[in-house]
């Protein structure tokens, strides 16, 4: 596997783990399983551990394609 190929993959994985992880919360919120003021500190958890590496993925990937 190729640089290329290796950091698109991390890039989907860390990417995609963040909305999953967002989603199931606000999933367990709506359904009852977390109560709301504990669902908001998870997903206030979640934004503050992901926010940075979901943008630095994203930053990179388009100035990436800005070059190209």
Do not use: H, N
Not at 19 to 29: D, H, P, Q, Y
Not at 31 to 38: E, H
Request: cysteine-free; overall charge positive.
């Amino acid at each position: 596997m190729d640089t290329k190929k290796l950091r698109s993959w991390l890039a989907l994985i860390v990417v995609g783990g963040f909305s999953l992880l967002i989603f199931l919360a606000v999933i367990f919120m709506i359904t009852g399983f977390l109560q709301p003021d504990d669902g908001k500190e998870i997903l206030k958890t979640l934004a503050s551990i992901y926010s940075g590496f979901v943008g630095i993925i994203v930053g990179y990937y388009y100035a990436k394609s800005e070059k190209e």
